[in-house]
């Protein structure tokens, strides 16, 4: 019986030693390393915003301190970038993107992305985000647009900024302002957040939609303090039954799309079916805006010490206080496994509503031209 109490005392010891060998292991994966961050929009956009400021907070809880460098890769509505990562990305860990993931060129089968967002990366987190459209107050000749209200019903044609075709952001403007019955000239090809709120600044283009980073970090200061635009509403948060509500992130007096839609066409009324699914699947890509992802492949230590930091990140209360500060709202995200199931389901459309989506960006103006 001694005997066996010093075996399997010896054998507690020895796994003891084990651990602590493993865990030290991991500790130098990093040390002295670089770690290559690649942004898939420009330099100042929302995109590039949010990334640097979860990276201030996450590098405390990588082990080694490796060093970080920023690479923004652009274009295509991000599909450049994801791309880059998928086809040439290293697998040593040296390499993760902080993305504003391009769902929807996958869901219509774009082919300017060729990456696999459900199968060509490993997640290590995600964040959920709203998005606030906002218009300048003098888009309606001779008058002062003071509410959501005067663009629900004005006969006037507004000029909307965007990515891309097929972009989240030029859908969902799009199918909110055709839903809406409001003349709208779609302007688009701007590579970032940052560059459409230039053209805001220019005069020329009068709306568009900012994440809430973007939103309360640059459209506030820049655009709605100096009285150059307004909030005018965001899309709201999808339910499990497929409606649509105001999402708990966003401020009460910006009201959802589906409270618009309700207040120009009465209660209880809905778009034709076809564009509500379709308005419902890209609200539903909201609680999935930013990804954090290695290449598929990657060493399981890197994957293991970001999915790690990550995890510690989102709950450090420095991290939550910053974000809430930044960004008007708690944070909400995935951890890299439910993350990477959400957007097996996400991508995954059916054929129908595939077509719809297909058609409905080809019927861009852009492709009249």
């Known amino acids: 019986m001694k005997f066996l109490k010093r075996a399997a005392l010896g054998i507690l010891a020895g796994a003891v030693m084990a651990i602590g060998f493993h865990s030290s292991a991991d500790a130098q994966f990093y040390k002295g390393k670089r770690v290559n961050i690649i942004i898939n929009y420009s330099p100042g956009g ?46 040593n860990g040296s390499m993760m993107g902080i993305f504003t ?11 300017s992305l060729r990456a696999d967002l459900a199968n060509d990366f490993v997640y290590v987190g995600s964040i959920s985000q709203q998005t606030i459209s906002h218009i300048r107050v003098d888009s309606i000749p001779g ?44 302007i688009t090809g701007y ?64 009201p959802s799309f589906k409270a618009v839609y309700e207040e120009k066409f009465g209660k209880g009324k809905r778009p034709a079916p076809l564009m509500w699914e379709a308005i419902s699947t890209i609200a539903g890509t909201r609680e999935m805006l930013r990804i954090l992802v290695f290449k598929k492949g990657t060493a399981k230590k890197a994957v293991s010490t970001m999915r790690a930091a990550w995890a510690k990140t989102i709950k450090d209360p420095a991290f939550r206080k910053h974000y809430k500060r930044v960004n008007g709202s ?24 595939q077509k719809f989506f297909f058609d409905y960006a080809r019927s861009h103006p852009i492709y009249k031209n």
């Open 101 to 111: 993931i391009p769902i929807m060129f996958q869901v219509m089968k774009d082919p």
């Open 191 to 254: 590579k970032s957040g940052g560059k459409i709120r230039a053209a805001i600044h220019k005069g020329e283009v009068d709306m568009t939609a900012d994440s809430l980073a973007g939103y309360f970090g640059r459209v506030i200061p820049q655009l709605i303090k100096p009285g150059t635009s307004i909030p005018v509403w965001h899309i709201g948060q999808p339910t499990a039954d497929g409606d649509l509500v105001h999402a708990p992130s966003v401020p009460k007096s910006i």
């Open 46 to 91: 929302n995109t590039d915003i949010q990334g640097r400021m979860v990276m201030r907070y996450m590098k405390n809880f990588i082990p080694g301190k490796p060093r970080l460098v920023f690479r923004h890769i652009s274009g295509a509505g991000g599909s450049v970038g994801a791309n880059f990562l998928s086809d040439v990305g290293k697998t």
């Open 143 to 186: 008058k002062k647009i003071t509410s959501y209200k005067d663009v629900l019903f004005s006969k006037h044609k507004i000029r909307t900024g965007g990515h891309g075709p097929q972009s989240s952001k030029d859908l969902r403007t799009r199918l909110f302002f055709d839903a809406l019955k409001i003349p709208h000239q779609p």
């Open 330 to 353: 708690e944070f909400g995200g995935m951890l890299g496994k439910d993350a990477g199931q959400y957007i097996k389901r996400l991508v995954n459309v059916r054929p129908e509503l």
